[in-house]
Nanobody, 123 residues
Framework: VQLQASGGGSVQAGATLRLACAAS????????MGWFRQAPGKEREFVAS????????KYSDSVMGRFTISRDNARNTVDLQMESLTPEDTAIYYC?????????????????WGQGTQVTVSS
């Protein structure tokens, strides 16, 4: 599976952005998908995950209630709707996929990674 993330940009605090991840390859619909991010000088961290069917999701505490992950298995896409953005959300955001079908925050479980898209939030 190859993953291509897009939708990043530079916005003001309080703004909304929607990231998109397009997957190519077989059996996308059997894989759980996730979003991770890496801020300057920090380790990559979990943001959100969605199971293969789209019925179960997980979020980090820092984005719970502000971000929403969704997927469209017919189009092989997974999106991350980000609302009420703050400067602390500034990072490179990565789309990832795992052969494990359940949503998971465990970074080591992910087998496939996209190239990342930059999100910059200014105050």
């Amino acid at each position: 599976v190859q993953l291509q993330a897009s939708g990043g940009g530079s916005v003001q605090a309080g703004a909304t952005l929607r990231l998109a991840c397009a997957a190519s390859g077989r059996r996308f619909s059997t894989k759980a998908m996730g979003w991770f991010r890496q801020a300057p000088g920090k380790e990559r961290e979990f943001v959100a995950s969605i199971d293969w069917s789209g019925s179960s999701t997980k979020y980090s505490d820092s984005v719970m209630g502000r971000f929403t992950i969704s997927r469209d298995n017919a189009r092989n896409t997974v999106d991350l709707q980000m609302e009420s953005l703050t400067p602390e959300d500034t990072a490179i955001y990565y789309c990832a996929g795992t052969d494990y079908g359940s949503a998971t925050s465990v970074q080591a479980a992910y087998d496939y990674w996209g190239q990342g898209t930059q999100v910059t939030v200014s105050s």
